[in-house]
């Protein structure tokens, strides 16, 4: 989905793991005293800007990529009108970005770390790269831009590439198996910066007020 929905979902999931961890208090963890309040409220921040973070790294590839097209002067995204798009620099980010293995291994340090301010912080950093991983397993998914899409396996799909065949793109795979599956970019005409759209599709819109709700109500209880 749009970066802006990756911000919603990984504040959201941020407040979800400050809610996780009743009575964590960071910065008297670090020796600092002060009201508990300000502490839960400090706490929460620093859970939710990390997960946050982690929610939107993955696009960084793609933010950097409108930079460069901005700054030359020529439509966004158009490196991916290249026939052979998959072999570039600017493909090989994004699947690299989009890897399952990242949350996995967030997830398998979380497990393993025991400590009172490392654990929730890593927490946060799983939910938060999952999050974005699991949403766009499930709204990438049009047949217009199965060559250009990440295939979110890095670096398995980059092997079958090695043998000739076509490297598995995860999320259509989904969608053609289960059905699962909505497109969060508009079908427009190849080749006119079809990420840029400017209408946001309805459902994601609507996607976004209810992650900002639900976040207001998970921080208002957090903090009573
Ligand atoms: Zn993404």
Known sequence: MKVDSHIVTGGLVGA??????????????????????????????ILTVVS?????????????????????????????????????????LKSMSHSFLWWLIALITSWQVHHPVWSPILTAVFVGLASHWFIDLFTHCHPQFKRTDQDMIWPFGDLFQLFGKDIPKLSHIVKKVTGIGIEYRQNITPGLDPYANTEPMVWETAFQVTGSILWGCLVLLILA
């Open 16 to 45: 979800l793991v400050t809610a996780r961890y009743p009575g964590l208090n960071i910065v008297q963890a670090f020796g600092y005293e002060s009201w508990q309040f300000l502490d839960t409220l400090i706490t929460g921040v």
């Open 52 to 92: 946050i973070f982690a929610a939107t790294v993955a696009d960084a590839p793609l933010v950097a990529q409108v930079k460069v097209d901005d700054r030359k002067k020529r439509p966004r995204f158009s490196a991916e009108l290249d026939p052979n798009f998959e072999d570039s620099v600017w493909y090989s």
